[in-house]
């Protein structure tokens, strides 16, 4: 969806200058209006969301009543029980690494009920989608967080990861966190450390629910090293650019 709604803005990414306060910002603080495409339209963005939020609801809705996935009867609701009924200590066993920790710290929350843990997870889509929004409005315009989140929801397989009792969907709403905060690191430098948390917190979900971008957390952290100003670099016109094309 990203990679779609940034085609909608890419046309214009050379002909717009950008800058690392928001439009909005910009715009108050006495400088040029924002092209109409750019200006914050809450208003329809709340009415926008609620009426894809019902669609999604609804057809993941359709999907709650599916017999459990054996994935997680087998796996990780038998860890589940052995958390509520031997307390932390279980964390301090060998047997609790051998499955990512969310994937059974999240069934116990909710004492391995599927249908409330299905819901939970249904509400994480909507999460994901009020992220998606926030984050195509800020590297593009407004067009490009309608396209990306009708894409979003209209997807035929994506809306499927979530009414789940499986780690998908702390997984994805991990990426869309840790995403969010790379892009207010990227355009509110003067912010860093108020998204450096929020990305460390995205990053940290997917590691506890699906680890597979610890060489990615690594790779960051490398970077973060190399370049002692790399809250401003990335704040640059031309970094937020490349993002945007990414």
């Not at 969806?1 to 990414?13: D, E, F, P, Q, T």
């Not at 009792?165 to 003067?190: K, N, R, S, Y």
């Amino acid at each position: 969806s990203l990679s779609s709604a940034a085609g909608a803005c890419g046309a214009g990414v050379g002909k717009r200058q950008v800058t690392n306060a928001p439009v909005s910002e910009a715009w108050a603080n006495g400088g040029e209006p924002p092209p109409r495409s750019q200006r914050r339209h809450p208003l329809f963005a709340t009415v926008w969301l609620m009426a894809l939020a019902a669609i999604a609801v609804v057809r993941m809705a359709r999907r709650m009543d599916h017999t459990a996935i054996p994935d997680a009867v087998h796996r990780y609701f038998p860890y589940a029980t052995r958390l509520m009924n031997e307390g932390l200590g279980f964390l301090l066993s060998p047997e609790s690494a051998h499955v990512a920790p969310l994937g059974y710290l999240w069934p116990a929350l909710f004492g391995n009920d599927v249908l409330t843990i299905r819901w939970v997870n249904a509400c994480l889509f909507l999460v994901c989608l009020v992220l998606l929004w926030h984050i195509c409005q800020r590297l593009c315009d407004t067009r490009a967080a309608v396209i990306a989140t009708l894409l979003m929801v209209a997807h035929p397989q994506l809306y499927t990861l979530f009414p789940v009792e499986l780690t998908e969907p702390l997984f994805m709403t991990g990426i869309f966190v840790w995403v969010f905060g790379l892009v207010g690191i990227a355009q509110q430098p003067d912010r860093r450390w108020r998204y450096i948390a929020v990305a460390a917190v995205g990053l940290a979900i997917t590691l506890l629910s699906r680890p597979v971008l610890q060489f990615t957390a690594l790779i960051l952290m490398l970077l973060a090293l190399m370049f002692g100003n790399w809250p401003g670099r990335l704040g640059s016109v031309k970094t937020i650019t490349s993002v945007r094309r990414i």
